[in-house]
């Protein structure tokens, strides 16, 4: 489904530097940054997606056909799955007292430190039936933004789709557990809401203020995820490409052509490294922050 204002047209080959028509940046940082109904692969190039036909859902036409970033959530979830299932053989065949190595210890490590310190320390108690959730988003996200940084790869967390929708499910579990904590009384109180010790005609003043603010709240924060997510992979992608596009930009100024060249790709290798940081940052903001919230309306204290 390519969200309306993401549609882009992929050509069959771009203009070489010098060509008739010249560089066009946009177009690259389009091809890369957008989602399309194109997918290049290697050694073949841009291949045509099937087109599946269109369901018609209360007047309203929904295209059910793959694009590529439908194909990116799929390669990553794979990947994710693949990874959690190879990991978990190899440390069942471990031995008894010693600790799988390589790509197990890794994971196990980073499993057990969502699970004892995060998920424990911002959910408190009840935190074991929310770590597998925890763990999955992390995983995911991380595979889906390391994707966005290999050759014929994308990053779908660059499309606000993709991060709305994981910030939804993040939403539906919070709300969802709050009220089943709480109970209805309980949740009514994280929207009508008055500070302890408030009394007398001041405490209807107070609740006249903070129910709009803490009834927001609640959309603004699965809001904020979606935005931080998709906020710092698109604008990675796009310094990296901008900073790729003097070389063609300028190749034309022959005495300073390897000099930009040189330039652009030095600072290009150092956003790249720097990248691959924000890739695990990020991943792992928006599942501490998924925790943060399950905690913070199930333990409202």
């Not at 430190?113 to 929310?130: T, V």
Request: glycine share 10%; net charge neutral; proline share 5%.
């Amino acid at each position: 489904m390519i969200p309306a204002g993401q549609e882009h047209e992929v050509p069959q080959e771009a203009h070489p530097a010098g060509h008739e028509g010249g560089f066009d940046l946009g177009e690259m940082l389009g091809h890369h940054v957008l989602n399309s109904d194109k997918y290049e692969l290697p050694f073949i190039g841009y291949v045509h997606l099937p087109h599946w036909p269109d369901l018609a859902v209360g007047g309203v036409t929904v295209n059910l056909s793959p694009t590529k970033h439908v194909i990116l959530l799929l390669l990553g979830a794979a990947i994710t799955a693949a990874v959690a299932v190879l990991a978990g053989q190899r440390v069942a065949r471990a031995d008894a007292g010693s600790a799988p190595g390589g790509l197990a210890n890794a994971v196990e490590a980073v499993a057990v430190y969502f699970r004892d310190d995060l998920c424990k320390g911002y959910i408190g108690h009840g935190y074991e039936r929310f770590v597998p959730l925890v763990l999955t988003l992390f995983f995911f996200i991380l595979t889906m933004n390391l994707l966005g940084l290999v050759p014929w790869g994308g990053s779908a967390t660059g499309n606000i789709m993709v991060t709305a929708t994981l910030a939804l499910v993040t939403f539906v579990v919070v709300e969802v557990s709050g009220f089943r904590t709480l109970g209805t009384k309980g949740y009514l109180k994280t929207i009508f809401y008055v500070p302890p010790g408030v009394e007398g005609p001041m405490k209807y003043v107070v609740l006249a203020v903070m129910t709009p603010v803490e009834f927001m709240g609640k959309f603004l924060k699965p809001f904020a995820l979606a935005i931080r997510l998709f906020a710092n992979m698109t604008a990675g992608h796009v310094l990296i490409f901008s900073v790729l596009g003097f070389i063609f930009l300028f190749g034309h100024l022959a005495f300073v052509r390897w000099l930009i060249a040189a330039g652009s790709y030095g600072l290009v290798s150092a956003i790249l490294l720097l990248e691959v940081l924000i890739a695990f940052i990020q991943a792992y903001v928006f599942a501490m922050l998924t925790a943060a919230f399950v905690g913070l309306i199930r333990h409202p204290h």
